[in-house]
């Protein structure tokens, strides 16, 4: 066993998405920097969450829409080729080999230290290598922690037995199950249960609440909820699993009302927990296991000194790739501004604030329909003690939709804050509403006002144009 040491200006725990770009935003802005990554580089997205689970959610979504276009449909009628759904999954995948992102790290100039990385005190940190050495490294200015989260798995008499599906299996499997029992009902739930029924398993999902996608607005989930039930999942709401066994092969689940069900394997989708239990947060007077709360420059709250950081799911903001990025390009920036003695612009929407955070999270649901939103819901509004107005339409009614597709359905709602006449919400649900959310973030976070949106002149026959009927609407 040897031990060498080696000092940085920035050193990033976990190469995930978030955790490289942070680095190469460090190093743009002119810093040393070095990725510590236990792994795989890239982390959980390229591997085992947005791009396999895209991956085999894209034939479904494009099956369901050429299904409704007059003179394609006869095409599409037969099942998905499953082995031709995995292959492509798994070339999605990088075949979970991580060389072009290593070339790419190399590209930027970011060392990589491959090992379990701990923070021994301030601004230092010790890597346990896979081949047995330790490496302690000294950060000049910041350190950070962009260690992601993991599945938590619900206390569940039995879960430790049952070697249940987390979203790294759901993503990763290469046999598709007889019958696929999934608890849960959020966005992981709904996704995966997509792709796995349309691989041809008999999905149950088994959802503690009165309907799906329960921090959206309702209709969205309830336009999910008919799309899977019409594919064939069998949704049980109100559903609690107090028990699960292994016996011969299958998953007994035991339900909170005393049923039984048997599943060949069974997808826990019950949340996320960070991944900070062996980052050495008690060397720094912080307690392992907690999400770690930062300011809106990403400074951990609660350590002297200023110069930890924490990004990206670990932080519990927004758990999604691309808000984790846009914390990564804030927090690079200002551990550059702050090492080179400049002037922080942390004031809201300043280059050093992650207001978005707060005000414009967009998020798409890759189901059959989809779901696109960002911002508020309304629910969230009203609890903000906001005067908001609520604008629904009925997406089907718009001419793009017509084209798009046979029997479309589909809903949008606009919130509109009446104080400022500027848009605080928008949620979309209806096939191939996922490429709308874009326009709706940029309304949402340049606070564009009514007035000028007006002048946004939206194409046809595109779905965009129910950006229009939303604003006629509002206007009566
Ligand atoms: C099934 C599924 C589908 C998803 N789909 C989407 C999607 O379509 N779009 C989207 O935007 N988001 C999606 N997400 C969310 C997205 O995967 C996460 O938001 C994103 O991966 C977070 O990036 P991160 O870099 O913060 O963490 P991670 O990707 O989790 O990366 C953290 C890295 O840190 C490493 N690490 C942890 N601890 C240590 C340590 N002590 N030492 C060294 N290395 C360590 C890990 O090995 C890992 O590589 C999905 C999530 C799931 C579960």
């Known amino acids: 066993m040897t031990e060498t040491t080696r000092t940085y200006d920035v050193i990033v725990i976990g190469g995930g998405p978030v955790g490289e770009n942070v680095a190469e935003r460090a190093r743009a802005a002119g810093l040393t920097a070095v990725i510590v990554e236990r792994e795989l580089l890239g982390g959980e997205c390229s591997f085992w969450a947005c791009d396999p689970s895209k991956a085999l959610l894209r034939p479904v979504v494009a099956r369901a829409d050429a299904s409704r276009i007059p003179g394609l449909d006869p095409a599409v009628a037969g099942p998905l080729d499953v082995a031709a759904v995995l292959a492509h999954r798994d070339r999605m995948s990088s075949y979970w080999k991580d060389e072009d992102q290593v070339d790419w790290l190399n590209s930027v100039s ?56 987390t979203s790294r299996e759901a993503t990763s499997a290469d046999q598709v199950p007889g019958r696929l ?17 349309a691989l041809g398993s008999q999905v149950t999902m088994l959802v503690r609440e009165r309907g799906l996608l329960d921090r959206m607005e309702p209709f969205a989930g309830e336009l999910v909820t008919d799309g899977l039930r019409e594919a064939g999942v069998d949704i049980r709401f109100d559903t ?26 069974i997808l826990l989708a019950t949340g996320r927990a960070p ?30 000194g200023g110069w930890l950081y924490a990004v990206g799911d670990v932080n519990g903001r927004a758990l999604m790739t691309h808000q984790g990025k846009y914390q990564a390009r804030i927090a690079g920036a200002v551990i550059g501004a702050r090492a080179k003695g400049e002037p922080v612009d942390d004031a809201r929407w300043g280059a050093h604030a992650a207001t978005a955070d707060h005000a414009a999270v967009p998020q798409v649901v890759f189901t059959t329909p989809e779901v696109a939103a960002v911002g508020l819901t309304s629910r969230e509004a009203e609890q903000s003690g906001r005067r908001v107005a609520v604008v629904d339409y009925d997406l089907a009614q718009v001419a793009g939709a017509h084209q798009y597709g046979a029997d ?46 007006w002048h946004a002149v939206p194409a046809f026959p595109t779905l965009g144009e129910v950006w229009l009927r939303l604003l006629e609407t509002h206007r009566g």
């Open 240 to 265: 609690t699993v107090t028990a699960l066994a292994r016996e011969d092969g299958e998953v007994r689940i035991t339900l909170g009302d005393g049923g039984q069900l048997a599943a060949d394997e």
């Open 110 to 165: 970011v060392d990589l230290v491959r090992g379990h990385g701990r923070l021994t005190g301030p601004k230092q940190v010790a890597v346990h290598t896979p081949e047995g050495d330790t490496m302690a490294l000294t950060a000049r200015h910041a350190v950070a922690v962009s260690t992601g989260s993991r599945a938590a798995l619900p206390p569940i008499s039995g879960v430790d037995t049952v070697r249940p599906w």
């Open 408 to 453: 479309y359905r589909g809903w949008a709602r606009m919130l509109v804050d009446t104080d400022r006449d500027t848009v605080v919400g928008v949620t979309f649900a209806g096939p191939g509403v996922g490429e709308l959310v874009h326009s709706a973030t940029i309304a949402v976070a340049g606070e564009v006002p009514l007035d000028r949106l």
């Open 275 to 304: 991944q900070t239990r062996d980052v050495g947060l008690e060397t720094v007077g912080l307690t392992p296991g907690d999400w770690l709360t930062v300011d809106d420059t990403f400074r951990v709250t609660g350590v002297d």
């Open 181 to 197: 029992a999934v608890v849960g009902g959020g966005v992981v739930a709904v996704e995966m249960a997509t792709a796995w029924q």
